[in-house]
């Protein structure tokens, strides 16, 4: 992390992963992952939703072979790869709790903590293999920064990120395995309506189950508070790429002399 | 206004405006909209913000020598180019009423009803012109149609499409002066988000109060249910061109076999 000085805004390096999980090969993708981030620094990085397990799951079953807890080799391994590299890590995984099977994202910090947050809104036939997400749209403090976190299907409903808007999110990070074609136009907006840095990392490549298959659409990308994209994947890349960026310029809601695009919500008008 | 045969979705004619006002000369701004719809037919036309007036007031009297109420000669204006093409029309106006001043569209249908929407937004200088909007964001039933309007800068917001799309909207109609790169790719994300049609009628040219100067951005767009464009205007075409669409397609907001982008809505997890 670069330290802030007086008049110098500070900046951080941010980054993305895109790659091709192994399906239900946790221990490929935690080689693999580390493969890609073990030797570089780096204050943030966003992994691919289910980065660890894969995606296209038969049943419920099959997801909870491959589905672990905190005492899983997944968060000793981030937790390690956190302090090697110096950043906080947001990684997609299945989460056992319980009886409960989540589609979660972990925020894991060099000082050893794991933030957990439960995907809200379950996509296609992911409702039958995962529990609806229970913990609500968190913003996690690290440092002086404030991180939101969602993960992939949550970017249609436009809630999801005003949410973390609201809650004073300087940047959402997006695990996801995106199939559909209109997500990434769509987190341009997402930046522009909220003020935020956006940071989608999604997957690539075909997965085959057996029973179907699914192709993902890379294309991973860091938009900025206005809706520039900074950093942006094609559809084949695999890779880990970083972008240095001011967190601080979420903080200013304006998008001119007049208006400020959250003081400016008339709540009472938006009653259905 | 093509009539519903059974097992046959009915189809409508929209069409949008995108021209060029005179600042602040309603005869030539009405004789020039004439020109163009007069000798149409359609069933619903958009037309850009203020486009009877122009939009770049030096200040609140000057927009205010402008300004009309349903006895200016705009409402009758437009009830009889309703009447005359058979279609709803939405036009931008400066609005009179009482001692206040709004950035209004109005629905004037050929049974002479006129639904009139305030914009709810104001953008950049309009806060020191118009007052603020108190209609909120309403859906007019007209024919079996559910249209829904806001202006311009409204689209920034996410909530003003939402409260449409809640309130059933199965068109937004948009009439525009847009002056920013954003919104036209921001539309595509609104129709995709709320499973609607979006018509963004806007205004193209530069005008200079002798103070300022602004420069309209064209690219008026209608986009479908599923954030196709399926009519897009370049950034000087000076026309009225329409589509068929099918109004009903809004009615299902079904993006796969499992989800439902309105049901899904998990409202109790969007509370800031």
Redesign the interface.
Known sequence: MVHKKADTPRKITAGILQFRPVFKDIDANLKAIKKYLGRRKFDLAVLPELATTGYNFTDRNDAWEVAENKKGQSFGFFEELSVKTGGAIVWGMAERAGKKLYNSAVLTTPEGDHHIYRK??L???E?EIFD?GNT??KVFKWRGLRLGVMIC?DW????SA??LA??KAQIICHPSNLV?R?CQ??M??RS??NGVFCMTSNRIGTENNGISSLTFTGRSQITDTK?NRILSFNRSDKSFRVVKLQPELSDTKK?????N?IT?????????
Chains 1, 2 share one sequence.
Not at 255 to 259: A, H, K, L, P
Request: net charge positive.
């Open positions: 809200t809104h996509f296609f036939r409702s609806p609500g749209f299907f249609i409903f436009p809630e005003r949410t609201l809650k559909m209109f136009d769509a341009v907006t522009i309506e809706g998008v001119n002399s007049y208006n695009i400016d919500r008339r709540v009472g008008y938006y009653k259905a």
